[in-house]
């Protein structure tokens, strides 16, 4: 992979080597009402024309998305934990 850091809001992937020829993601932090949201994108390009094009839409890039999203599930997830235990232990004091 490449990495295309853009400090400090922007993280990107370029993908060199895999199953696709063309895989291209980025993470994004942008400030909304006072917090920070987390914001995902990417393309994933596929060979075989016509063939390579449905299997994109309809196999790679349904599991594709379903892979980030539960990575970003799970990086929600103990980012609400570490969130609540702070929080408990500020109380504490």
Known sequence: EMVDFEPPGRVGFTHLTGPVPHAVEEFRLE?????TELR??????IDFFALG????????RPQWE????GHL???R?????RS????ARSERK
């Open 31 to 35: 400030e909304i009402d006072g917090g």
């Open 77 to 81: 997830n103990r980012a609400e934990l």
């Open 53 to 60: 094009r449905i299997a994109g839409r309809y196999w790679v």
């Open 73 to 75: 599930d799970d990086l």
């Open 40 to 45: 995902y994108g990417g393309q994933v390009g």
């Open 66 to 69: 379903r892979a980030v999203r």
């Open 84 to 87: 609540s235990r702070a929080r």
